[in-house]
């Protein structure tokens, strides 16, 4: 374990995620006071844990490359972002741009102040030029977009954080759901008209656990009380290829769904097995099939890097599958164990007991190798890196990746992360977030995550956006 002591509390997240990267697999506590002040977090603190002081009387940045030179010369490593611990490295770049500087300047910059890899800043560069491109006609004031929560799935992934319930248990209470949907879409109608929606997401949990019936009654709905014509992209995603049909499928196109997602994470059929998606690469390659029978043109596929037992021979097989299909749009993640999860909860329990059993990467040079690996396949079927994020306990320190083909590129994908538009969420666990013009300032307002809460307190979750959007 990893025991560091700062006398202020300040820049703990940063100084816990720094080390998180170069130390994965150890648990890192970081404490307030001195030593010996804390006895709830030293109890369990032993004579084989490494102790560490660091003075936060600094500046952020200042303290964070001491932070990182000092455990890059302990462990010798180099890590690929430097010393970046947000999730939106391309942001960066992109506030940059917009001030008029030109590459070297940004390269110069994002070396001296955050040490990142020559590699890694040619990557932000590229991508935060395309995400220019991609969202040129976009209207940031008088714009938004919207987010559909549909919270049910077939099964819950062994990685999985969002907010879930298994449709089987769940089943009768989904056209109740809906009423609470369309009671949300209500309020947008009705405070939204003289905006402009420029894209809509349907996402989950697993949007095509909903029937054909109810797929289109939620945009029948929506198309009735919204006004779509300027939506650029409208995306379902139906992610599990167990709850994929063509009847759904003929609804979600005859409703004007542009754009789905169906998603292997794996083409290996015993990891499907181990991370809880009970369907096979058949139905996947089944599913697929299917969507571009049914007209669809524009199709998303996941994939996860660094899955339990994984190899890079599992990730080359997977991309040379995914290359027979040629989807229009790849996402590469890599695996980032969640609280909340099932696996950060196998993971602990067993780290406890001394018993895990289920194999893990714990080193960069294989993660590197895996997205080599999907870049390369990603990069042989046409499809160009636009956009790009990172999240907390992210496997090797890297990031998660979109590439697609020319004009088929996620421009939700490009609004949430970038944070450059007002997104108004709808339903059990979402977050709707509000950006103030172009002065950076963001204000969010939650759904409670608890299905039947939400729906027992819909007018509250709608009271909350009321309230966020008519502040000042």
Same mark, same amino acid.
């Given at each position: ?25 150890? /648990?890192? %506590? ?15 603190? =032993?004579?084989?844990? $490494? ?27 180099? !890590? ?13 770049? +992109? ?6 500087? #030109?590459? &070297?300047? *940004? ?56 907010? #879930?319930? &298994?449709?089987?248990?769940?089943? #009768? ?28 997401? *349907? ?7 909903? /029937? &054909? ?23 379902? $995603? ?5 709850? *994929? ?6 609804? +979600?196109? $005859? ?12 083409? =290996? ?20 099939? +299917?969507? %571009? /029978? ?24 997977? *991309? ?9 749009? !790849? ?90 538009? #007002? ?19 963001? /204000? ?29």
């Amino acid at each position: 374990m990893q025991i560091i002591y700062i006398k202020e509390d300040k820049f703990q997240y940063d100084i816990h995620s720094l080390y998180k990267a170069f130390y994965p697999t150890s /648990e890192v %506590r970081v404490i307030v006071g001195e030593k010996g002040s804390n006895p709830d977090k030293e109890k369990d603190i =032993s004579p084989d844990d $490494e102790i560490s002081f660091i003075d936060v009387d600094k500046t952020k940045n200042e303290l964070k490359k001491d932070i990182y030179l000092d455990l890059s010369k302990k462990t010798g490593k180099n !890590l690929p972002w430097g010393d970046l611990t947000g999730i939106r490295p391309t942001r960066i770049a +992109m506030n940059l741009f917009e001030e008029g500087k #030109s590459d &070297p300047e *940004i390269y110069y910059y994002m070396k001296d102040t955050y040490l990142v890899s020559d590699e890694k800043i040619a990557v932000s560069i590229d991508i935060a030029k395309r995400e220019r491109d991609i969202l040129k006609d976009i209207d940031y004031i008088n714009g938004y977009s919207l987010y559909i929560g549909i919270p049910f799935c077939p099964t819950t992934c062994l990685y999985c954080s969002f907010t #879930s319930y &298994p449709i089987g248990a769940y089943s #009768s209470l989904v056209d109740d759901y809906l009423s609470c949907l369309e009671k949300e879409i209500d309020y947008v109608a009705e405070n939204f008209a003289d905006k402009t929606l420029d894209t809509i997401y *349907i996402g989950g949990g697993t949007p095509t656990t909903l /029937e &054909p019936d109810q797929i289109r009654r939620l945009i029948g709905y929506l198309r009735d009380k919204v006004d779509l014509s300027k939506v650029k992209e409208f995306t379902v $995603e139906s992610g599990r290829p167990d709850s *994929i049909t063509r009847d759904k499928l003929k609804a +979600m196109k $005859e409703m004007g769904v542009t754009r789905i997602s169906v998603n292997p994470q794996t083409m =290996s059929d015993e990891t499907l097995k181990l991370i809880g998606r009970r369907h096979t690469v058949a139905q996947l390659i089944d599913a697929f099939k +299917m969507a %571009r /029978e049914e007209g669809f043109d524009n199709i998303n596929m996941d994939i996860i890097l660094g899955l339990p037992g994984e190899t890079k021979e599992d990730v080359s097989h997977t *991309i040379e599958e995914i290359k027979k299909l040629d989807p229009d749009d !790849l996402t590469v993640h890599c695996l980032a164990v969640k609280r909340g999860s099932k696996l950060f909860e196998v993971i602990r329990e067993k780290e406890l007991s001394g018993n895990l059993k289920i194999p893990m990467l714990d080193t960069m040079s294989d993660i590197e190798d895996m997205a080599v690996i999907a870049a390369k396949g990603a990069g042989d079927m046409g499809l160009k890196p636009y956009y790009l994020y990172r999240q907390k306990n992210i496997s090797g320190n890297f990031e998660n990746t979109g590439y697609a083909r020319e004009g088929k590129a996620g421009i939700y994908n490009i609004l949430i992360n970038e944070e450059v538009q #007002s997104i108004v969420a709808l339903g059990a666990g979402t977050v709707t977030k509000r950006v103030y013009g172009t002065g950076g300032r963001i /204000e969010r307002c939650d759904n409670v995550k608890d299905v039947k809460l939400y729906m027992d307190s819909i007018q509250e979750m709608i009271e909350r956006k009321k309230k966020l959007f008519e502040e000042e």
